[in-house]
Nanobody, 121 residues
């Protein structure tokens, strides 16, 4: 059974950092990504990474603050989030196996349950 399990969310003050983890089980995914969804907003792309880590994409607005990485031995993808802002508050989702491009959430076939990130100002 394929599962993606996120962890690492929580409450942090503006300017702080969090590291999210997504542990995959059941299969190995060549491409994985992170998305987020704030209340009343559409799910938006955060970052994506290839198996080797040689292909990484970020939402333009998040470049320089967020870093995606993966540990294939652990079948885990990470999202390091620094200099957090109140507008980063959202549920963060791990996703895997996009059928086409990596930027649109509907392309992904597998999803985690999400982890809440709340940034207080």
């Amino acid at each position: 059974q394929v599962q993606l399990v996120e962890s690492g969310g929580g409450l942090v003050q503006a300017g702080g950092s969090l590291r999210l983890s997504c542990a995959a089980s059941g299969r190995i995914f060549s491409r994985m990504g992170w998305f987020r969804q704030a209340p009343g907003k559409e799910r938006e792309f955060v970052a994506a990474i290839s198996w080797s880590g040689g292909s990484i994409s970020y939402a333009d607005s998040l470049k320089g603050r967020f870093t995606i990485s993966r540990d294939n031995a652990k079948n885990t993808v990470y999202l390091q989030m620094n200099s957090l802002k109140a507008e980063d508050t959202a549920v963060y989702y791990c996703a895997a196996d996009p059928g086409g491009g990596v930027y649109y959430w509907k392309e992904y076939n597998y999803w985690g349950q999400g982890t809440q990130v709340t940034v207080s100002s």
